[in-house]
């Protein structure tokens, strides 16, 4: 898709669509803008086009994660923001769609850190992140039961990650990361 103005790009929307954003699935709907299969490169989008990408629960489905995190970067500018949710690596929510592939915890993205050993060119910072006791706004009014369990699950996350995370676990995990080249 060829729009110079729009630089934000809501990967796998479904029916979340973002005004100001190139809203993309791989399911043609009318309200789509872009449809193409997320597990063929290269996406049909030239190198360093968007400012942000919004990825929410997307990558737990990719078989071949890593070049889906090239095409992103990619087709990212220097300096993007890109926003992934995706299930928690305790979360039930993981189990009971059988097209989920993994979860995810605080190390899913180490190895594309600027300071990544095994990665030796880093290809975005892991600017925050944070765990979700719950998912859904809706559900039961999560952002209000949330307050409480966020604030002492992200108060000392990889405790709670290594000894608390299957006693008590959490529904999803929001990061936000920075592109640079």
Known sequence: ??????????????FDIKPG???????????????????????????NTFDEVYCSMVMEHIHNLPQMIDEIVRICKNGAII???VPYQSS???????THIRGFNLN????????????KNGKFNVERQRI????????LKSDAINL?????INLFPKIY?????????????????KVYK
Not at 27 to 40: G, L, N, P
Not at 108 to 119: A, D, G, K, R
Not at 161 to 175: A, D, K, Q
């Open 92 to 98: 039930p929510n993981l189990r009971w769609d059988i």
């Open 21 to 47: 954003y190139v809203n993309v699935d791989g399911v043609s709907w009318e309200w789509i803008d872009e449809v193409f299969d997320f597990e063929k490169t290269p996406y049909p989008f030239k190198d």
């Open 161 to 177: 990650e290594r000894f608390f995370s299957y006693i008590i676990p959490s529904s999803n995990i929001h990061y936000e990361l």
């Open 148 to 152: 409480i369990p966020d604030f002492f």
């Open 1 to 14: 898709m060829e729009n110079s103005n729009v630089s934000k790009l809501n990967l796998w929307c479904w």
């Open 108 to 119: 899913s993205f180490n190895h594309y850190h600027e300071n990544s050993i095994i990665l």
């Open 83 to 85: 926003q992934i949710i």
């Open 132 to 139: 979700h006791f719950l998912s859904n706004e809706t559900f």
